[in-house]
Each structure stands twice: as structure tokens, then as C-alpha cells.
């Protein structure tokens, strides 16, 4: 029994890779449970340890395909005992009855544009039968979907701590190497965050490019403020400012800073909304693990080629069974011009491969995954069939 990975997946590869059929032979999943350097603050949480599965497929030639199925609690829809129940329903079908009977469990009988909600599993399950698609051809995911790949890429660092410390944290990371930095804003007062960005600017210089995150803090006429105030700090773009989406070609208006999606992307809003509509939108922030499936992220990295807005792949605390996928398509997509939003790893304190993800002067190396990288002693096996 045939299994058509691209069919099921929903997208069309050139005909070498489209046209091949998996013999699925066999899957386990596993859960890990990683504990965080320090307690991880998010807009509705606070975590202390990063929860996810991991599935390994298997052919009946013996080639491998790995997926990362990690829900982020506060951001994803689904909790991990439901990406747990929906992954094995759906892996089930897959391996038992095949890819008409497994298209019907994951409701692909309806394309992507007529769903409402995007799933965590629908990625992680893609990732781990294209990747095997690829394997079973020796060549890489990023180079399988888009034909070419860089075998390195840029980073952004991010900053996280409070504002007293903003200007140090800037000072590690150019030391590191990191040419790009993604600073947190919109905890505290707006004004004192808008000094602290001038003053991380005049201190690294104009050849670092800034960037900065805050996660919908704050109601138009506070964004406005906050933008016109660090008007002359040169900031790349902001991911989402303001609370409506909505408002934001208003946003740029009044202030002239750039803005990123990020949070609209983990809806599925209108398939044929015009991003072109979107005065000042410079970058969509693209989170595979929250907007949900392939098809969905892929047509979003064309819309937003046609329209001259950045694709910057960005992660979601994967281990590092996701990050590779990631760094891949990273690879593929921006190549070695456009730093990344990977700079999770290191508030882990352990992860699923041996040697882990690492960051070296800024540029974290693409690597594709075997079994034999694996380290899974901070997972226990919940399933295999
Ligand atoms: O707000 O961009 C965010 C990670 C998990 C959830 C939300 C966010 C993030 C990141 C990822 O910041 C790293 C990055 O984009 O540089
Ligand atoms: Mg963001």
C-alpha cells in the first residue's frame, strides 16, 4: 500500500519527488520533557519545562523521517495530551490503512483555507514523512521543497531580560557574533523601553540591525507613542505592536516604524487577504509549529515573496528534532541573507540529539537528522506500531 507524502500533504514537488510512493513500515512516538535554564515567561504563562513528542517514522527500505510535535501552552489550541491522542489516531491510520483512509482522519478532505484552526500535529507529522520522502532520496527537506539550500544561517539574538539589563545582553551578543538582535519590549513603561532601545542603538552602533517583539502589548495610541519615540533608533521592523491587527497600516502612518505578523499567523485569516493592503508590513514572522500545516506555511512564504515582504522562519522552544526542520527551511527560504528567529535552544538545559543545536558566531549550522543522533534519554516511548 502506497503512501503519496506530497498528496497527502497537499502540495505539488517537482515530479522525481511527487510521484513516489512510501511503503510505511513503521512509527514511534516518544514524549520528552526539558527542563528550562531558567523559568520561561510567556504572555500567559510561565514554564518551566518544554513538553513535546517526537515521531519517527520508518519505510519498509529502512529510511527515516523525524517530526517534532511540541503544542506551546498559551499559544497553541491544542494541549499535549490532545496532539498525544490526535498523533497516534492519525499515525494509525497511516501505517494500517493508508493515505485515504489517514487524509479523512486529519479532515483534509477540506484544503487548509476552509478550516478555522491550524493544529500542531498537522506539521509535525508533514515534516516527519517529507523529511523521509527526502532521506529516501539523500537529499535535504529545504532542498526537496525549494530546490537549493545554504548549509548555514544567520540568527537573530534575542533579548529577553529586564531593561537594565538590555545594553549588556547587546554587548554579550555582538561579542558573540550576532549581527541581528531581537529585543522584548512592551513589559513596562513605554517610555523608559523606547530610551533603553536608543540607548542599545548608540551603544552597538549602526551596523547591527535591531529588531523587536511586543507580542500585542499595547492599544493603538501606546504603540504610536512608543514608535515615534525610538523614530531615530533605525529599528528593522516590530512584530506586533498593537493589540488589533487591524490598526496597524494606521500604526505605521503615525510613527513610521515597520511591523511583522506573528500572532495573526497562528489564525487562519482570510487565504486571499492582500498583505500588499498592509502599509509598512516589512516581515511575516513564520512559526511552523503554530501556523499548523505545510501547505499553509508554504503559500505564505510565496505571498510573501510576491509582495516584497521578509520570510523570517522563527521557532517555538522546539528540541532540537524541530529546530533541524526548521533550520532547513531556513536554509531554503532566506538562505545565508536573512537572519532567523532560532535562538530558542539555549534556554533549554538539555534536548533530543546528541550533540545539540548550537549557535556558533551568530550562524547556527543545517543539519538533516538520522536515528543514530538521537538522544532520547529525556523521553519515554508512548507508542509504536
Ligand atoms: O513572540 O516571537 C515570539 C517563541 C515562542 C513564542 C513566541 C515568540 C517566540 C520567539 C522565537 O521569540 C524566537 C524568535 O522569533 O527570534
Ligand atoms: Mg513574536
Known amino acids: 500500500m502506497g503512501f503519496n507524502a506530497p498528496n497527502f500533504v497537499g502540495i505539488r514537488l517537482s515530479p522525481q519527488f511527487q510521484d513516489v510512493a512510501l511503503e510505511l513500515k513503521s512509527a514511534r512516538l516518544y514524549k520528552f520533557a526539558l527542563p528550562f535554564k531558567h523559568p520561561l515567561d510567556l504572555k500567559h504563562t510561565t514554564l518551566h519545562q518544554r513538553d513535546g513528542l517526537i515521531l519517527i517514522l520508518t519505510d519498509t527500505a529502512g529510511h527515516v523521517g523525524l517530526g517534532e510535535i511540541s503544542p506551546l501552552p498559551g499559544f497553541s489550541r491544542e494541549t499535549i495530551e490532545t496532539a498525544i491522542y490526535k498523533t497516534t489516531m492519525l499515525v494509525d491510520r497511516m501505517i494500517n490503512f493508508g493515505e485515504l483512509t489517514a487524509h479523512h482522519h486529519s479532515r483534509r478532505t477540506t484544503s487548509w483555507e476552509n478550516r478555522t484552526a491550524p493544529s500542531v500535529v498537522h506539521f509535525g507529522v508533514e515534516t516527519a514523512l517529507l523529511s523521509l520522502l527526502a532521506n529516501a532520496r539523500k537529499i535535504s527537506l529545504g532542498a526537496m521543497l525549494y530546490g537549493s539550500s545554504s548549509n548555514k544561517i544567520p540568527i537573530n539574538g534575542i533579548i529577553r531580560s529586564s ?36 540607548e542599545v542603538r548608540e551603544f552597538v552602533g549602526p551596523d547591527i540591525e535591531i529588531r523587536l517583539d511586543a507580542n500585542r502589548s499595547w492599544d493603538l495610541e501606546t504603540g504610536i507613542q512608543f514608535g515615534q519615540a525610538i523614530q531615530s533608533a533605525n529599528v528593522a521592523y516590530i512584530e506586533e505592536p498593537i493589540q488589533n491587527p487591524a490598526e496597524l497600516p494606521r500604526f505605521y502612518d503615525e510613527c513610521g516604524v515597520h511591523f511583522a505578523f506573528d500572532e495573526t499567523l497562528h489564525r487562519i485569516i482570510d487565504p486571499t487577504i492582500s498583505f500588499g493592503s498592509y502599509t509598512g508590513l516589512k516581515a511575516l514572522v513564520l512559526k511552523p509549529t503554530l501556523i499548523g500545516c505545510t501547505a499553509r506555511f508554504i503559500a505564505l512564504v510565496n505571498q510573501a515573496q510576491e509582495q516584497d515582504i521578509l520570510s523570517v522562519i522563527s521557532s517555538s522552544y522546539e528540541s532540537d528534532v524541530g529546530l533541524a526542520a526548521l533550520a532547513q527551511l531556513a536554509a531554503s527560504i532566506g538562505g545565508d541573507s536573512v537572519a532567523v528567529g532560532l535562538d530558542t535552544r539555549s534556554a533549554l538545559t538539555a534536548g533530543t540529539t546528541k550533540t545539540p543545536s548550537s549557535i556558533q558566531n551568530g550562524w547556527m549550522p543545517v543539519r538533516t537528522l538520522t536515528t543514530q543522533d538521537l538522544d532520547l534519554s529525556y523521553s519515554e516511548l508512548l507508542y509504536e506500531n
Do not use: C
Open 163 to 198: 531593561l537594565s539589563d538590555w545594553v549588556p545582553e547587546a554587548d554579550f551578543l555582538v561579542s558573540e557574533g550576532y549581527k541581528t538582535l531581537k529585543i522584548k519590549v512592551g513589559k513596562i513603561n513605554p517610555f523608559l523601553e523606547a530610551q533603553g532601545i536608543q
